[in-house]
C-alpha cells in the first residue's frame, strides 16, 4: 500500500495552500526511506472550491477537518485511495480559475471508481502528463 502525505505550507495573511506527497518505498538493507515526491500543490480559489473534498479524504482518513489550518506543522499520512484522488485533482485543478470547471472537475474526480483514479493516475505519473491532464479536463471539465 502506497502512503501519501499531505502537508500545510502557510502563506500570508494566515492564508495556506496544500501540497501532496507520494512517499517512497524503503529498499530492502536500506536504513532510511528516500525522500517523499511532491506530486501537487493546490491554493488560493481553487483550493476554496475543492475544500470539501479535501475535507472528505481528511475524514476518510480519521481526522478532524477542523484541525487543517495555517498553524498546523505534522503532515496528515493517507491511505493510497485517498491520496491518488488528491493527486488528480491537485494536478487537475492547479492552472485553472473558472469556478465551473473547478466545481465540475472536483465533482468528477471525487466520483471515480478506484480503478479509474489508478488509471489517470498512473497516465500522469509516468510519461506524458500534459496531454492526460487535458484529456482528463476536457472528459470532465464541461
Request: hydrophobic fraction near 40%.
Amino acid at each position: 500500500m502506497q502512503e501519501f502525505q499531505l502537508r500545510v505550507v502557510p502563506t500570508d495573511n494566515n492564508n495556506f495552500a496544500l501540497e501532496l506527497y507520494q512517499c517512497a518505498y524503503k529498499k530492502a538493507g536500506e536504513k532510511k526511506r528516500p525522500a517523499a515526491k511532491r506530486v501537487g500543490r493546490l491554493k488560493g480559489n481553487a483550493l476554496v472550491m475543492a475544500r470539501h473534498a479535501v475535507y472528505d479524504v481528511l475524514k476518510a482518513n480519521q481526522y478532524d477537518p477542523k484541525t487543517l489550518s495555517h498553524k498546523r506543522s505534522s503532515p496528515y499520512v493517507l491511505d493510497e485511495e485517498s491520496g491518488v484522488n488528491l493527486a488528480l485533482l491537485f494536478q487537475a485543478l492547479q492552472p485553472l480559475s473558472k469556478t465551473e470547471r473547478i466545481a465540475n472537475i472536483t465533482s468528477g474526480v471525487m466520483a471515480m471508481s478506484n480503478e479509474e483514479a489508478h488509471y489517470w493516475f498512473a497516465k500522469i505519473s509516468n510519461g506524458k502528463r500534459s496531454p492526460a491532464l487535458k484529456a482528463m479536463r476536457v472528459l470532465l471539465g464541461d
